[in-house]
């Protein structure tokens, strides 16, 4: 038998460290609490899946879903209720396994697909990352316990990005609209695919399929639905969430009193980062450090996407997984500083990391209300990635210690 590498070491360290982590994290999680024996069943009875649940229902019942038993709670676009009364049509817990079965088959298919757009230690190393970010991911778990759709969306939307490295350019666009029509915020990668890459027809293609798929189920799904979707529903969207759990800046806007001016910063944020991808979109070269700059500036615009919504719940940051772990699969085959790799670390952890307000609360209340139970560790977490993935685009000499070694 030969004897393993270095690189093989590694691997094999961070496959135990998985193996580990889902048998003595995931697995007593999944038994206690999202066995079908369970009162708090994965999904079932969560108020997230009921809202898709009973959406669909309501679209099978020819009942207006945003006037239905959670009014104000359904605020998705009507074009994908058809899929949502394709659950409805089976039992609650039934149902609940399937969508759980669904959005982790699409991140699996996305996962397998993104590994062969890559090639020797790069494809070793993300195979690596992947799993051990997967199962480290509490924002995942509480996706789970929600029964929230951000896995399935963010798979669609990084699969667009997969099919377009795969040369698949007429159905990348088709796959981000379908995010897009899910949930909303997936629009905002339109700053990667279109300023940074400097490729306009794919918003042409984009459009199209929006409207086409639009059109389509306009034709089993009440054209009054969508009226009341965009002139009462879509205002409401702009409203930032002030819970402590919302980890987006633009939460810390509203709160010193700048609430009204909160979309506005919102807007402000997202024309400067088109603008800087715009700019570094000019400097796209065919040497050895495109892949790296690709990936570096699409992780920054889900981080930015995250960063400047109203709204961005600790599930939402099932967002980063597969576009952080492509982003380190690139850095980590490159000669860079070790300070460097600390902040990135660092930020890796805290964005897979629990909420400050899950694991403090007693010592808290312990030590005079000192008010930590509120430290936004997936904001932190998010800042520093930022910041550092922003350093690497613009200097990126101030991040390696030489040129890049070749692979």
């Known amino acids: 038998m030969s004897r393993l590498d270095w690189s093989g070491r590694v691997h094999f360290l961070v496959a135990t460290a998985c193996v580990l982590v889902c048998w003595n994290y995931w697995l007593p999680t999944f038994l206690v609490t999202f066995c079908p024996s369970s009162a708090t069943y994965y999904g079932y009875n969560s108020a997230d899946f009921n809202i898709f649940y009973t959406a669909g229902a309501n679209w099978l019942a020819h009942t207006n879903p945003y006037l239905s ?206 603008f800087f991808s715009f700019v570094i979109g000019r400097r796209l070269s065919t040497g050895r450090d495109e892949p790296l700059q690709n990936n570096a500036i699409f992780l920054l615009n889900v981080l930015v996407m995250l960063l400047l919504g109203p709204r961005s719940w600790p599930a939402t940051y099932v967002w980063v997984i597969i576009p952080l772990a492509l982003f380190l699969s690139s850095i980590l085959t490159e000669n860079v500083r070790l300070v460097y790799l600390a902040f990135l670390g660092l930020g890796t952890i805290l964005l897979s990391s629990t909420l400050v307000q899950f694991f403090l609360v007693q010592a808290v209340s312990q030590m005079n209300h000192l008010q930590l139970t509120e430290l936004p560790l997936l904001i932190i977490g998010n800042t520093i990635m930022v910041v550092s993935v922003t350093l690497l685009l613009v200097r990126i000499n101030a991040v390696k210690i030489v040129d890049a070694r070749s692979r």
């Open 69 to 274: 038993t959670y009014p104000g709670l359904f605020v998705y676009p009507p074009s994908l209720l058809p899929l949502y009364g394709a659950f409805a049509l089976f039992r609650p817990d039934t149902a609940a396994l399937l969508w759980m079965a669904t959005y982790f088959a699409v991140f699996a298919a996305t996962s397998i697909l993104a590994a062969l757009t890559l090639q020797g230690e790069r494809r070793a190393l993300f195979a690596s990352i992947l799993p051990l970010l997967f199962f480290t991911s509490f924002p995942l778990l509480i996706m789970m316990e929600l029964g929230q759709s951000d896995l399935l969306v963010a798979s669609l939307s990084i699969l667009s990005l997969v099919l377009l490295r795969m040369n698949r350019k007429h159905l990348s666009p088709l796959f981000l609209s379908i995010a897009v029509l899910m949930k909303g915020a997936p629009v905002f990668l339109l700053i990667y695919f279109v300023l940074y890459r400097r490729d306009f027809r794919y918003l042409i293609n984009f459009l199209i399929f929006m409207l086409l798929i639009v059109g389509l189920s306009a034709l089993i799904v009440p054209l009054s639905w969508y009226s009341y979707f965009l002139t009462d529903v879509v205002p409401s969207l702009s409203v930032v969430q002030m819970e402590p759990m919302n980890q987006s800046i633009i939460r810390y806007v509203a709160m010193v009193g700048l609430g009204d001016a909160s979309s506005l910063v919102s807007i402000a944020g997202a024309a400067l980062f088109a």
